[in-house]
């Protein structure tokens, strides 16, 4: 989860605007964009509540400060090559405990918008878990700590919180959670392209 001093530190380095309804209360799975290695602090920070992230495995073992960083901020280790049943497994648990899940639904972090499809398994644990589905759109984290940085920058960033995406408003889909994670797309496009 993330912890009031990293979230302090982050608002000391850069210039967050979060916009938008807040969070519905109770359980959610927030669902953003993904251009930065600091895009997990940011959604934190907007969602102005502590959050786990489900993150890719190799992630881990490359640093103990970091290895250090991202336990301490409850990162879900999610496996590439398997299927991450232990990872939903957990994220559904912790669902049902009332927490926020955090999940980048293009799985990895992009150059620009529409490189990558969404990958559907936000609106598979927002469904599963009966909990809605909020889109997040960063715009500006490139900028602080794009894909090749290796260090950040100071920048402004904004975080747009969509309106939740509630899994009852799509049952009579025939495939629900396509559904669910085609309208993630639009409003997230949608979001980007107003800015």
Do not use: Q, Y
Request: aromatic content about 6%; charged content about 25%; hydrophobic content about 45%.
């Amino acid at each position: 989860m993330l912890r009031p001093p990293a979230a302090a530190i982050a608002r000391l380095w850069l210039h967050l605007e979060p916009e938008g309804p807040p969070l519905p209360s109770g359980p959610v799975v927030v669902a953003a964009n993904h251009f930065s290695h600091v895009d997990g602090v940011m959604v934190g920070i907007a969602a102005r509540r502590p959050i786990r992230f489900l993150a890719v495995d190799e992630l881990f073992g490359r640093s103990r400060l970091f290895d250090s960083f991202i336990g301490r901020v409850g990162a879900i280790p999610v496996s590439r090559t398997r299927a991450p049943l232990g990872a939903l497994r957990t994220a559904l648990a912790d669902l049902a405990a009332g927490e926020t899940i955090g999940v980048f639904p293009e799985g990895e972090r992009v150059w620009e918008w529409g490189e990558r499809p969404a990958k559907r398994g936000a609106a598979w644990l927002a469904r599963r878990a009966g909990v809605p589905l909020v889109p997040v759109t960063l715009i500006g984290t490139d900028l602080v700590m794009g894909r090749e940085a290796t260090r950040p920058r100071r920048a402004s960033v904004r975080a747009v919180r969509g309106a939740p995406i509630h899994p009852g408003d799509f049952e009579r889909e025939p495939d629900p959670v396509t559904a669910m994670t085609a309208e993630w797309v639009r409003r997230v496009g949608e979001a980007i392209s107003r800015a």
